[in-house]
Each structure stands twice: as C-alpha cells, then as structure tokens.
C-alpha cells in the first residue's frame, strides 16, 4: 500500500483529510494542525466562534425581537466567525498543506455567507467543502474567488445531476469529490428515499459507480476523497492504485475529534473512547430532513421515544385530545397506548405535519415551543420550526419530532451536558475503545494521529 503525495486545491500534499464538523467542533486550530502535517485540513463556516479582544469566544446571544432580526443576527456571526477561523488555521498551518472550509449547504444564507467570507479571507481558504444539499451555485461562486470546491456526495447519481446542471461550466477549480459513506459518517447523511438505512450498500461498488460516471465526464484523474467509515488505511489497501477507482485520499471525520487540538470537552473524548457497537445510531430526526448520525445520548433515546407515541388523526372515534385550541379524534386501536402515557405525565398532544399527534410532558410542550419561537433562521428550511428562507415559512405544521439543532450543537460545542444535547458520530466510533492506539486513554496530538495513519493503523 503506497499513498503519494496528491494535488489538493492546487498544491502537492498528503491525501489525508480532516473531515470538516460544526458547530465549532473542526476550527482554525484543528485544520491548520492537519494542514501543518502537510495534509488537507477543514474548518467549519458553520455559524464558527469569533473572538473578543481577550480572546475569549463570544456567546451567539440572539437580541432581534422578529425572525429577521434574528435571522441578520446569525448571518454576522457566521462570517465573523469563519473569517476568524480561517485567519488562526492560515496561522498555524505555517504555509503547509491545505486549508478548507466547509458550509452546509442548506444553511441559512449559505451563498451570502460564502462569498463574503471569501473576499475577506482571500489567501486563507483554499477550498470550499460543501454537503448537506445539492451545491449547484458552489461551482460559480468558489471559480469567482479562485478557490477549489470539494462536493459531498453519497452516489453516482447525485453527482451526475451537479456535473450536468452546474460543475461543467466550472471544471477548473473543481478539486476532488468528496464520497461520503451514508450508513457510516458521522454527521448528516446522503441516504435517498430510495435506500435503505438498514441495509447499507457495498462502498466498493458505489464508488465504481462513481469513477465511472467521472470518466464519463472525463475527470479520469480527479480525486475521490473517500470518507465514513474509514479508520485503518490497511483495511482500505484494495482502494488504493485501483484502477476501477481511481485516485483517491482519505477523509477522517471522528477520529480526529479525539485529538489534542480539537476544542471539544474532554468528557467528549472520553465518551468517544467509551462507546461499543451500536451506540451510534442513524435517525431521520434532523430538522434538515436529512438523515443523520449521533450517539445515542438521552436527547436522541428521549426523541426516539417520543416517536413512539404517535398517533394518527381520524375523522371520527371515541377517543378526543385537546390540540390548542382544536379538538381532534385519534386512532380508536390506540386507546390503552393513550391512557398509558396520560398516565405517565405525557398529557399534551401536539400536532405533526403528517396528520398524526405526539404526546409529551407540559414541560417538554412549553420548551419546544419556546425553541420555535426563538428561532434564529440557521438554515434555508427547518422542519422543527417551519422557517422558510425564501417565503418566512414553509406553510407546514412545525414539527414537535425534530429539534433545534442550532441550539444544541452551539450548546454541546460550549461545554453543554453531553447527554442533553446531540452529538454527532460515525459508526465506527466504538473502534476508539478496541484500538491499542488509544489504550490508557491516550489522546493524541494531530501530528501523531497522522503518523499513525500513515503506518496504515
Ligand atoms: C461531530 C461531527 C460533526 C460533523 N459536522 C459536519 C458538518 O458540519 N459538515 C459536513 O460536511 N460534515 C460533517 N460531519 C461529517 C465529517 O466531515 C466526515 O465526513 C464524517 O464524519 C466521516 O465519517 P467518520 O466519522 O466515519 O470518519 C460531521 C461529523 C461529525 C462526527
Ligand atoms: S428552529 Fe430550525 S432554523 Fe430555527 S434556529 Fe433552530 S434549527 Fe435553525
């Protein structure tokens, strides 16, 4: 298993890299340590710290009273923060490797805040690595301001699409496809309806499929950054020099949380280093409507859970529920599912967007519709809220199943209860715990993490 050095955003480096993870949990210090091993390093635009003149980062308090207000608010405090993260990664990379920012794409005012980060931190960004959506405008926007582009994709198909309707009009700075494994990533996940979250797909044919759709378009050479799932290279050596692949680098998304640059608590680390087979698990309660995957702490277990006590809407039945200021008649064959868990204190029924109710505590009731009103617009559509960027609202019914994943991800990468909150991760994660690596804990720097890598463990 041979892994040259490979052109990345327009230079000769390592093909590792550090898989970009918001909210500030990959920033200026991650990536620029990755980039000053001379590998590809990536911070998160999304809604990143900035910092006062102590240095200490400053809280995103929302003041505006209307959403738009709110919504200017978040769009400042994204830019300042990304342009202050790439400023440190520039830094401390010391002029090696390479620096990437990543947005999702279906954040709010995705395309604004690009481009104003790009201008004012030209020469500190590379690469732009987006996912979450499908970027057609990333290819115009990132050749505007000659910095690569990097898109996530989980399929030929979705590739095909973005190549068609926007990338071949900008092939000169497309960098590389990111593949990301959509059973095994950490973060959101690419799965379609038309696939199975219970029956993951072989990632060697899917990325055949891939390699073959590029060489149709002709980009024989260009790299599929291979990520989800990735832990041993030795274990990914019939990858490598393939010729039905092609070239490829390798992206590390959880593993890199457990090093010494990464800002997260250190009860993280340690919760990472604990977890065994099916800790993490793969739900569709994102208010991006993604799929996505997290640890299975007491937030997610408790939205599992809430899940469950669902009931349909019917036109007539005996059973009624009070839903505001409506009355509604529920699914008759639920009757002792409802008594029960009136009994237990789940007495609010609240509405969902698909013509069902789900029952949680008074208190539950008032938070979720305390977060839906204080929402603060972070992305283009929000299930949980109904926020619509283009219209104000999408005209659903705000979905009390999902959550505010602006307010939790800030809350958990500020030092949060970790079980309280949602905390993102790959599959593999239990790995840290069967690893000699990590024996007695051991919490590496990047560098070493790399090195290691690079020995093929
Ligand atoms: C805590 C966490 C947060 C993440 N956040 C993002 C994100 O904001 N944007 C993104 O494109 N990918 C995100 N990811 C995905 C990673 O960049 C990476 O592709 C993925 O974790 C790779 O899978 P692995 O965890 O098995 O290495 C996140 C992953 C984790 C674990
Ligand atoms: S309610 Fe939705 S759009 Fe609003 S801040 Fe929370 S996650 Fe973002």
Redesign the pocket.
Known sequence: MHLGLQKFSGVDVLPLV??????S??NGFTCGAWAACGGVG?F?A?NADSYDENGDAIPQIYRGKSRNERRQELIEYAVAGAIAQAKIAREVSNDNGRIHM???WEMGACEEILERVLEAAKGCIHGV????GMPYALAEIASRFSVYYYP?VSSARAFSALFRRSFKKFQDFLGGI?Y??PW?????NGLSNAENPQKPCNPYLRLVALRSTMNDFNLHQMPIII?????WLSEWSDYIDNKEIGPVAF???????VTTECP?IKTWQSKLMSLKRGDVKLTQLSPTGFYS??INTKMLANLLERQKRQVKIVEDSSIMVQVGSRTVCLDESFRENVEAWIQDGYTQAMMTPDNTVVFVTPEQSKQILHDQKNCSCCLSMCRFSSWCQQNGGTGKIPDPRSFCIQKT?QSIAHGGNLEDNL???????YRFAEDPFYDNNFIPTTRQLIDRILTGY
Request: with cysteine.
């Open positions: 550090e898989g970009g993870k918001g909210v949990v990959s990536t998160s999304v990543n947005a999702l690595v987006c996912g979450a996530i990111v990301e494994d095994l990533a950490g973060g959101h990520a989800g799932g990735v832990w992206q590390f998304g959880t593993r890199s949380i997260v995957s997290a991800l905390m993102f991760a790959g599959h593999l994660a």
